[in-house]
């Protein structure tokens, strides 16, 4: 053992890496053990950082010798082959008890899968989702890991010194759950993170496109906006966005981006894993897709010419201002309800226990999705640990009551002058039919009784029934269909 001891480790040094490591060797007690595969990384971090004391390893064995036991390290490493790479070496190198910490964006599948074969082997995997981009990682991220109970013991104050503060000083981490739990939150977070960046561009398209705003007077209105109710990391970024010039042109720096938006796994793993716990996430759907749709130039070149409206201004562009604020706030509700759908439906198919307030607290500061109303998001599970879906606690139901109005007009609009708002749409018809009497999946089940014999259930006995299409067409009852 060297004569200076690490209790923390950072393999892999690129900029999140680094600016975590920066992060763990700034606060008070730890002592941060760094590796990278080439030493060239390592020992620009070194020099450029003397004030860190970090123990720099150039191997695998001498990065092992560095960490006091329980060994403890954060792998912070593209997900996929390069993690596994990874773990196979500090396996090697690390002995039973000791904690191997996953913090890139893995799919909680593979979470699950290594944390069995690590348990197996007596050591403790946590997949830990951090939020909060390379700033984040530096000054203080959203962090959200899974693992056991015991792992957390050792970990959960290391974490607990790096991360967030929320505006009453809580640290934004906790022990979201076992095995996979703090991959899939964070697969969620990043799901959300998709709904509420899309519906902040067709807020901004609907705006400019509606009433000839430019971008630095959208800006203005987004500033204004950030100061109320829908206060937000993602409204404050979009009034800077939308505020930048281009030093070379003198543009706005909006119109010289290409229009179309890059995607990484999480917001599809989102949708793919909600299809198969049946939890309907249209709004975040609607925004993979757009993102997807984007991406398709020689498509939209090709459909250029297909007729639409054009030329539509909304008659009173204030009030049009105001309606799409509103309809932004409600969209962004059942943005954030649909999440937590997928969240509960999660913990029930995974057996993980996730207190549901506790992720609201930890989202309040440090990740892309933080906002003032995750505030009012804890407090509702907090008041109502059973509710069964997030817009209907008594402050969002208000809210949405209150806002209606407007986002119809706006949905309405949108249609009217041929301008995509597929999340703000989508989102509307989700919270009709979750508050309809009556849905026409009737007839969807009668037909797939007609051409399938799926059977169907009757509003009026029980069983499972099947009707003979054919013939008398009279019904039998029948057991459940396995088809």
């Known amino acids: 053992m060297p004569e ?91 002995e039973p008890g000791d904690i191997i910490v996953d913090g890139g964006n893995a799919n909680f599948h593979d979470t699950i899968r290594r944390e069995k074969a690590l348990r197996e082997a ?16 530096l000054h203080g991220p959203s962090i959200m890991p899974g693992g056991s109970a015991e792992s957390y013991r050792t970990l959960g104050p290391i974490l607990a010194s790096i991360a967030a503060k929320a505006p009453d000083g809580e640290p934004c981490v906790t022990h979201v759950g076992t095995d996979g739990a703090g991959h899939f939150v964070k697969m969620v977070h990043n799901g959300i993170e998709y709904a509420d960046m899309q519906l902040i561009a067709e807020a901004y ?60 796994g999480t917001g599809a793993w989102t949708v793919q894993n909600a299809l198969d716990l049946g939890v309907p996430v249209s709004g975040i759907a609607e925004a993979v897709f757009a993102r997807s749709l984007s991406s398709k130039p020689a498509q939209r070149e090709a459909a250029a010419g ?29 943005a954030y309800s649909q999440g937590f759908d997928e969240i509960v439906a999660g913990a029930e198919q995974f057996s993980w226990s996730i207190d549901k307030g506790a992720i609201a607290r930890i989202w309040r500061a440090g990740c892309i999705i933080r906002a003032g109303f995750l505030g009012r998001i804890a407090e509702a599970y907090a008041d109502s640990p059973g509710l069964v879906a997030l817009v209907l606690a008594p402050f969002f139901r208000d809210v949405v009551e209150g806002a209606q109005d407007a986002w119809r007009r706006v949905v309405v609009a949108a249609a ?22 009556r849905l026409p999946a009737a007839l969807v089940q009668g037909q797939r009784d007609f051409f399938g014999a799926h059977t169907y259930r009757r509003v009026d006995r029980e069983g499972t029934f099947h009707t003979l299409w054919s013939g008398d067409r009279s019904e039998i009852e029948t057991a459940p269909s396995w088809h």
Not at 416 to 437: K, M, N, T, V
């Open 205 to 264: 398209d609907l705006i400019r496109r509606g009433t000839g705003r430019t971008p630095a007077e959208i800006a203005d209105i987004f500033a204004g906006w950030n100061a109320g109710e829908l206060e937000s990391y993602l409204i404050e970024i979009t009034a800077e966005v939308l505020r930048q010039a281009d030093a070379a042109t003198g543009r706005p720096l909006v119109d010289v981006i290409v229009d179309q938006a890059a995607a990484k």
């Open 122 to 137: 007596g050591l403790h995997f946590v997949g830990t989702g951090i939020s909060g981009g390379e700033e984040g990682a």
């Open 306 to 334: 297909l007729p639409g409206p054009s030329g539509w201004t909304a008659p009173d562009p204030d009030a049009f201002i105001e309606d799409v604020r509103q309809a932004l706030y409600a969209s962004k509700i059942i």
């Open 4 to 94: 200076r001891s690490a209790n923390i480790g950072v393999v892999g040094l690129a900029v999140m890496g680094s600016n975590l490591a920066r992060n763990l060797a700034s606060r008070e007690g730890n002592t941060v053990a760094v590796f990278n595969r080439s030493w060239a990384r390592t020992e620009t971090l070194i020099t450029e950082h003397p004030e860190a004391g970090f123990l720099a390893a150039r191997t695998y064995d001498e990065f092992a010798a560095s960490l006091a036991a329980p060994r403890t390290a954060i792998i912070m490493v593209q997900a996929g082959a390069g993690t596994d790479a990874v773990i196979d070496e500090l396996v090697r190198v690390f």
């Open 416 to 437: 009217q002058a041929g301008i995509p708002a597929p999340a703000f749409s989508s989102s509307l018809a989700y919270y009709d039919g979750l508050r309809a009497a």
